[in-house]
């Protein structure tokens, strides 16, 4: 059974960094593309981030690119986010989802990590 | 960055009775692979959002075939031939055919 289990949400103050993780399992995590996608409260969802399978591969938001960094390690099963320079508009509720062979978008969904910004 | 409009935002249905979201894209979502990467998630209150149809009219792996997804080029549509109670909540649309990846506003489907 497909699991993603995000970790490292929280509060933190305008300016700072913060890592976000995603642990997967039941499934060949090297085989899989993995993306991130972030809820603001109360708004819609924002596609942040897509890493390839091997990592080769990194693709961002125009609203993160440059501060925001995604990295896997495959030998770990887990999917990270380095969050640098936060504002309040990073504010959200952060998603990792899963790729599959054939789908071409994010099929399988954690549970979200919240984030706040705030003084 | 292709814009991805829903109409309408909100849609009041009665159990029973069909529902139909339209989605349209700003410019056409047909990759140079000949895909075309349009899905719909549904997103539950409190839930993470889940995946109903990948490219246009695929049903995902446990979503019923009241779902169906149709259209081409830039103009959309998911339809519910009945609409359940579990059916409540936010639907999107969303294209993965050129980055930036993008969403539509979400349309919350209600129950009269």
């Known amino acids: 059974q497909v699991q993603l289990v995000e970790s490292g949400g929280g509060v933190v103050q305008p300016g700072r960094s913060l890592r976000l993780s995603c642990a997967a399992s039941?499934?060949?995590?090297?085989?899989?593309?993995m993306y991130w996608v972030r809820q603001a409260p109360g708004k819609g969802l924002e596609w942040v981030t897509l890493i390839w399978y091997d990592g080769s591969n990194k693709y961002y938001a125009d609203s993160v690119k440059g501060r925001f960094t995604v990295s896997r390690d495959n030998a770990k099963n887990t999917l990270y986010l380095q969050m640098n320079s936060l504002t309040a508009e990073d504010t959200a509720v952060y998603y990792c989802?899963?790729?599959?062979?054939?789908?071409?978008?994010?099929?399988?969904w954690g549970q979200g990590t919240l984030v706040t910004v705030s003084s | 960055d292709i814009v991805m409009t829903q109409t309408p935002l909100s849609s009041p249905v009665t159990l029973g009775q069909p529902a139909s979201i339209s989605c349209r894209s700003s410019?056409?979502?047909?990759?140079?692979?000949?895909?075309?990467?349009l899905s719909w998630l549904q997103q539950r209150p409190g839930q993470p959002p889940r995946l109903l149809i990948y490219?246009?009219?695929n049903r995902f792996s446990g979503v019923p075939d009241r779902f169906s997804g149709s259209g081409a080029g830039t103009d959309f549509t998911l339809k519910i031939s009945r609409v359940e109670a579990d059916d409540v909540g936010v639907y999107y649309c969303m294209q993965t055919t050129q980055f930036p990846y993008t969403f539509g506003q979400g349309t919350k489907l209600e129950i009269k």
């Open positions: 410019q056409s979502l047909v990759h140079s692979d000949g895909n075309t990467y």
């Open positions: 490219k246009i009219s």
């Open positions: 989802a899963r790729s599959r062979g054939g789908v071409g978008t994010t099929a399988d």
């Open positions: 039941g499934f060949t995590f090297s085989d899989h593309g």
